[in-house]
């Protein structure tokens, strides 16, 4: 509990390798988690080697934390290996479809958040790297992903170089519901953001893009509907590519 | 470390409540998780309520552990509440597109591991519900789910009346990959899967079902084509519906 409670996203690491065992045992703890049906249908990219790095990072954007980590591990959505094992047994896989695609997807994920915990809790930091599902298609290419396999999310890891603060979240209450989705009114959402708001940090971040409010950072300058739209279209366009997407 | 790796489905609780402040701690817990750009991309329904219970596990194919667990949680991919905000912050919000559900969900889903991996430390026992994704259409209507949210997975949880054992995983080198992905040959899948295959209660299960190999049983029984056919359609006709497909 202490160790998911503290959790923060370490994103400076100390020039330290982690250890083939340690990371061996971070990586069997994201195996204990539940998959559908334990068909286990997601593969983990481990990557290392500085060649492969740097064909990496800037499919991350460059983000420092990338560049930093001695390891970055892809977490991918994998329904090849399960469709290879029904062939190879005289059973006609029937998992070429979206679905199947969020199956895997779900399995992968569940697994990357016990490997983060799992790390943590041996001294390491993480970092998630939401660029991946942005340029699947390129790191698909570096990592040769086959049909039926799809990035989901990387994790940088490493042995921290820096001791944040924990970050804010909006109260418990504002996103736990009673039963039924209770809608948010605009008298709620000021009481559930205004910290946010309010914080030192939000007003710099405001002040140095020249914005008005916080959320216009948000939807003008991090988040941005045309990028959103741009990666939508490329993403699913990858997913047929995939065998996901008829 | 131990909590996860010890980690089983549980599908049979005792008939005793949990305690509100216990729910919520665990639930605080699964806040901490990583989401993208800190934007808490989810919710999370809790339903105790036997008259709400009752209207979820028949969509959740009448599971025994949807009926027996005491609370259910279903996790939300949830761009609603940060897309209302933005509106009502003078901003202009984009996340009307595939890639936002797909990155609300991701939020979701690590949300709900780290969920699940307090709930176990804190002595209860959870069984995650894939059925969510299949009738995500009908359990918008019971949890009136608004436009730009979707429920991604359900949790089961309460206090064990069984203990398992742990279940059967391929061998750990089976689904890490060095630098590149390294897809699997006939002799090396037969390596990877002899373990499950020989299992008694594989046997037997092939025994029951009537069929020659193991993974027969997951095409023809469990998880079949024309079911994940069917429900892929289902799934993107709802996300259509939700908001989050043009």
């Not at 418990?172 to 519901?177: E, K, T």
Request: hydrophobic share 35%; net charge neutral.
């Amino acid at each position: 509990m202490e160790v998911i409670n503290n959790h923060v996203s370490i994103r400076s690491f100390k020039n330290k390798p982690i250890e083939q065992n340690l990371l061996r045992n971070i990586l069997y703890s994201g195996t204990r988690a539940s998959t559908t049906g334990n068909m286990q249908l997601y593969s983990v990219i481990v990557s290392e080697k500085q060649e492969m790095k740097e064909k990496l990072v800037p499919l991350h954007f460059n983000q420092k934390v990338a560049q930093a980590a001695p390891v970055l591990l892809t977490f991918v959505a994998d329904f090849n290996r399960f469709s290879k094992w029904c062939k190879w047994s005289f059973a006609k896989p029937g998992y070429s479809n979206f679905l199947s695609f969020i199956t895997a997807s779900i399995d992968a994920l569940l697994v990357a958040q016990n490997v983060c915990v799992a790390a943590e809790n041996n001294d390491l930091g993480i970092c998630y790297l939401g660029t991946t599902t942005y340029n699947a298609k390129e790191i698909i290419e570096v990592l040769e992903l086959p049909k039926l396999t799809f990035p989901v999310t990387t994790v940088a890891i490493g042995y921290p170089d820096e001791r944040p603060d924990l970050t804010d979240r909006i109260p418990l209450d504002g996103v736990i519901h009673n039963e039924k989705y209770s809608d948010y009114t605009k008298d709620r959402l000021n009481e559930l953001y205004s910290f946010k708001e309010n914080l030192e940090s939000s007003k710099q971040f405001v002040k140095e893009n020249e914005k008005e409010t916080l959320a216009q950072v948000f939807t003008d300058v991090r988040y941005k509907e045309k990028d959103n739209e741009f990666f939508s279209l490329k993403m699913l366009e990858t997913l047929r590519g995939q065998g996901f997407l008829k």
